[in-house]
């Protein structure tokens, strides 16, 4: 049973430049969220996304961007680099029932280690 | 909004002994789900356990257990005959009870650093 792929694990950019993550979910998942940790903290809900479109999103600047395909992967962009984007990233994938009710249960990758220079 | 809050952010046990680690939630609903993440050295966010708000009865896996206070939205993990490999950053997380379509997001507290000594 395949779990939760992310791509790449790590990752060094510099100020002002863009970032693209990539996120498989866990196999028979159709729900992708988005999480930001940086170090000491608890991870921070950026958004989720259902059916191609963004359901839910946190508390983030549209520098922040994402994309769900119809096989269900998910990308996370962030345009305009700061030092404060640096972070692990962490996706984390369930699945819906009908009506897009997300289940309660969410299953985390491994993260993206991001540090901006 | 919902906040969590871990209040020690550090602790630490003896092999074989057990452990308790609280966690106090703030929240208006009245159906919710409770989490408790362990993240080792690695990074790798591992579900540890998971309670229904509307079920009383303690939510249970192996050597995990947790109390599971409603009225006083407290929800403390219980780390019996601890191990080694026990040793991680663990998370309490909150997430509310969605009755119509739409995303839903886990609220994460702030983590307890567990070290398990020889």
């Known amino acids: 049973d395949a779990g939760v792929t992310q791509s790449p694990t790590h990752l060094i950019k510099t100020r002002g430049q863009q970032v693209t993550l990539r996120c498989s979910p866990k196999?028979?998942?159709?729900?992708v969220s988005w999480y930001q940790q940086a170090l000491g903290q608890g991870p921070q809900f950026i958004f989720q996304?259902?059916?191609?479109?963004?359901?839910q999103r946190g508390n983030f600047p549209d520098r922040f961007s994402g994309h769900q395909f119809p096989n269900y992967s998910s990308e996370l962009n962030v345009n305009a680099l700061l030092l404060g984007d640096s972070a692990l990233y962490l996706c984390?994938?369930?699945?819906?029932?009908?009506?897009?009710?997300?289940?309660?249960?969410?299953?985390f990758g491994p993260g993206t280690r991001l540090l901006v220079l | 909004a919902q906040t969590v809050t871990q209040s020690q952010p550090e602790m630490s046990v003896q092999e074989a002994e057990t452990v308790t680690l609280s966690c106090t939630y703030d929240?208006?609903?009245?159906?919710?789900?409770l989490f408790w993440y362990k993240q080792p050295p690695s990074r790798q966010m591992i579900l540890v356990i998971r309670?229904?708000?509307?079920?009383?009865q303690n939510a249970t896996e192996n050597r995990f257990s947790v109390n599971f206070q409603k009225a006083a939205k407290s929800f403390s993990l219980k780390i019996s005959d601890s191990q080694l490999g026990d040793t991680a950053m663990y998370f309490c997380?909150?997430?509310?009870?969605?009755?119509?379509?739409?995303?839903?997001?886990?609220?994460f507290g702030t983590g307890t650093q567990l070290k398990v000594e020889l």
């Open positions: 984390a994938s369930s699945l819906a029932t009908s009506g897009g009710i997300v289940r309660e249960t969410q299953y």
């Open positions: 997380a909150f997430m509310k009870h969605r009755v119509t379509g739409g995303g839903n997001k886990l609220t």
């Open positions: 929240t208006s609903e009245n159906n919710y789900y």
């Open positions: 196999s028979g998942h159709d729900t």
């Open positions: 996304y259902y059916e191609e479109e963004e359901r």
């Open positions: 309670q229904e708000a509307y079920k009383q």
